[in-house]
């Protein structure tokens, strides 16, 4: 299996341009996880899913956050406009559920906002 | 709101010196907690508890959790460099939502 799989690896834009972040989660995982992590605040959870369906929305900062899962195999999460304060690491995590073992991570997508 | 307390924030010791990271939790309905060790890149499963007094093991790593006094430990023996790491403990309540402390960083000198 290749894992929980994100794209861009890293992404560098200018202020007030939309970015979008992309996730495949290991096949068979009905958990879906968006988490952003910064050294001040560390690993927050941003939003996740379940069979598809956004659960728990509250850590999405604001309304220029959003993310979507259309199907069992892909998810996005948009920043439309970017700011500087965004920049972070984006982590995408999968798992089953019920939660039969741990969550699995993508390698994450470093965002630069300048 | 489910919340998870990681401590120390940090700490340095030697090659040989046992470790131990403390984890406490507050939490609705618990499912189970987990621990993860992150290098340069994404955090990587190492044990998940989910009934009290059970030691789970690998290596030279073991964890335990009390759901009584709502914490758990994770004890490294003979760390080695390699060890260093950022230690995360998270929490499964139900839903699946799993919710991330801040961590503690470890960092094994030669």
């Known amino acids: 299996d290749a894992g929980v799989i994100q794209s861009p690896r890293h992404e560098v834009t200018e202020m007030g341009q939309e970015v979008t972040l992309r996730c495949k989660p290991i096949?068979?995982?009905?958990?879906l996880f968006w988490y952003r992590q910064t050294m001040m605040r560390g690993l927050e959870l941003l939003i996740y899913?379940?069979?598809?369906?956004?659960?728990?929305d509250s850590g999405m900062p604001e309304d220029r956050f959003s993310a979507k899962m259309p199907n069992a195999s892909f998810s996005t999460l948009k920043i439309q406009p970017s700011e500087p304060r965004d920049s972070a690491v984006y982590f995408c995590?999968?798992?089953?559920?019920?939660?039969?073992?741990?969550?699995?991570f993508g390698q994450g997508t470093r965002l630069t906002v300048v | 709101e489910d919340k998870v307390v990681q401590s120390p924030l940090s700490l340095v010791v030697h090659e040989g010196d046992t470790v131990t990271l403390n984890c406490s939790y507050e939490?609705?309905?618990?499912?189970?907690l987990l621990w993860y060790k992150q290098e340069k890149k994404a955090p990587t499963f190492l044990f998940m508890l989910?009934?009290?007094?059970i030691e789970k093991k690998s290596g030279r790593l073991s964890s335990i959790l009390d759901k009584k006094e709502l914490f758990s430990i994770l004890n490294i023996t003979a760390t080695q460099t390699g060890d260093s790491a950022i230690y995360l403990c998270?929490?499964?309540?139900?839903?699946?939502?799993?919710?991330f402390g801040g961590g503690t960083r470890v960092l094994v000198k030669p």
């Open positions: 995590a999968s798992s089953l559920r019920p939660p039969l073992g741990g969550a699995f």
């Open positions: 899913f379940n069979n598809n369906v956004p659960i728990d």
């Open positions: 989910t009934s009290s007094g």
């Open positions: 096949s068979g995982h009905n958990s």
């Open positions: 998270a929490l499964k309540a139900a839903g699946n939502k799993l919710t």
């Open positions: 939490v609705t309905n618990f499912r189970s």
